[in-house]
């Protein structure tokens, strides 16, 4: 079965929320999941396995500190043709920059020729209260969409 990789991009927590409770979601469709939050080297994760990007954009459409340093690994465009990935973003639409940072992260994968699954998903928290609530709605769909993905060995 393949592994879930919830990368997690946060300030204040808000999205390693969601990301706990994707988790737990995916845990319950049998499929195995990992969150991380911290970010030191491509080598720790393999490249065979899913992963799912969960960021907040922080500031003028900035990334959360914690996920620069995954940012900055994939500047380097490393050959990222065998990974498969989704994306949730997190923000607010009263900002120009409506979550950039999930967008930058998914513009960094495609030039890394990963896979992305799926359109990605960009919660507005002016008009969701509970971000989890969506995204957790989305990850359903997801899931079904990319079960042949998600299940393979």
């Not at 927590?13 to 080297?41: M, R």
Request: glycine share 6%.
């Amino acid at each position: 079965m393949t592994k879930i990789n919830i990368m997690v991009g946060t300030m204040l927590g808000g999205s390693e929320y969601v990301a706990d409770c994707l988790a737990d979601d995916l845990k319950l469709a049998n499929l195995d999941s990992t969150v991380h939050s911290e970010f030191n080297d491509l080598a720790d994760y393999d490249l065979n396995d899913i992963w799912l990007i969960c960021t907040s954009t922080h500031g003028a459409g900035d990334l959360p500190d914690n996920i620069e340093p995954l940012a900055e690994l994939l500047r380097q465009q490393p050959d990222l043709s065998s990974l498969h990935y989704g994306v949730i973003g997190i923000g607010d639409t009263s900002y120009d920059t409506f979550n950039q940072a999930a967008k930058t992260l998914d513009q960094l994968l495609q030039q890394c020729q990963a896979n992305r699954l799926g359109e990605p998903l960009y919660i507005d928290v002016q008009a969701n209260d509970l971000p989890e609530e969506p995204a957790q709605q989305w990850l359903k769909s997801w899931i079904e969409q990319n079960s042949d993905k998600l299940n393979c060995g």
